[in-house]
């Protein structure tokens, strides 16, 4: 049963399903937990469903609420919880910069706003050619290091305005920094 939370969760034209090697998955992160705590596996089964289609859709919370035998709207619940979770399609890289406290004072937003000059969009935006979507998040928990960016889910810090140039060349030139 799909799941009104608040949101308008995107609903795709066809449907999704797991693959054999996917459902694998799923079943041994139900096996990390007892039987009566399935939803301890919602957060993992999300982030493998937006590693297969991209974002989180109505369709894949469904799909991860039929893969973990819980409730839609639960799942639907920590979907739109976590900013980690792409609710609609994103760019082929998306950049976070935290705008929280620490950050800021440590310059946050003049990285965001170089960010925003150097892959053309605005915070909450994707690039023109696809190449990037950008996100101003909340606290990483790396607050005494910041600013902290986190570019396709590995985390740099600190970034300052004038270090933002050059990553973004990396980024478009593929290179990759080791897992933070
Ligand atoms: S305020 Fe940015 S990591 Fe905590």
Known sequence: MSAKVGVDLIKLDQPIAFDPADQAKIRDMLARYPADQRESAIMPALWLAQERFGFISQDAVDLVARSLDVDSSVVAGVATFYTMYHLEPVGRHVIEVCTNV????????????????????????????????????????????????????????????????AIVQEVRMGVRENPG
Do not use: M, N
Request: net charge negative; charged share 25%.
């Open 102 to 165: 620490s950050c800021a004072l440590l310059g946050a937003q003049q990285t965001l706003e170089a960010f925003e000059r150097e892959c053309g969009c605005h915070a909450g935006e994707t690039s023109g050619d696809g190449e990037f979507t950008l996100k101003a998040v909340e606290c990483y928990g790396g607050c005494g290091w910041g600013p902290v960016v986190a570019i396709d889910g590995r985390y740099r810090e600190p970034v300052r305005a004038a270090d933002v140039s």
